[in-house]
């Protein structure tokens, strides 16, 4: 079994920052990619931003300058960064990671931690 959990979620006021963490766990081998999308009410689930192994990364292009993505590959761990948060960054953000376990390699998801930015 893989899991990923993500954390750092919250209520910000425009212009604040947040943190989001996301660790994956379980019978892993190794993580290719792993990344942060965000899905609002109404819209489809878009990418946010993504990270190779090595640390080559891609971002959407209107997120370009607020938001960070790092990883710990000794922890299994990504990160985001988000600041100079906007209302119109309020989703559910979701961590998927490639990884590869003892049986497969295979897409995962979190659960979706909620980022909410009042104005």
């Known amino acids: 079994q893989v899991q990923l959990v993500e954390s750092g979620g919250g209520l910000v006021q425009a212009g604040g920052s947040l943190r989001l963490s996301c660790a994956a766990s379980?019978?892993?081998?190794?993580?290719?990619?792993m990344g942060w999308y965000r899905q609002a009410p109404g819209n489809q689930r878009e990418l946010v931003a993504r990270?190779?192994?090595?640390?080559?990364?891609n971002y959407a292009d209107s997120l370009k300058g607020r938001f960070t993505i790092s990883r710990d590959n000794a922890k299994n761990t990504v990160y985001l960064q988000m600041n100079t948060l906007k209302p119109e960054d309020t989703a559910v953000y979701y961590c998927?990671?490639?990884?590869?376990?003892?049986?497969?390699?295979?897409?995962?998801w979190g659960q979706g931690t909620q980022v909410t930015v009042s104005s």
């Open positions: 998927n990671a490639e990884i590869i376990s003892d049986y497969a390699t295979a897409p995962y």
């Open positions: 990270m190779s192994r090595v640390g080559g990364a």
């Open positions: 379980g019978m892993i081998r190794t993580i290719n990619s």
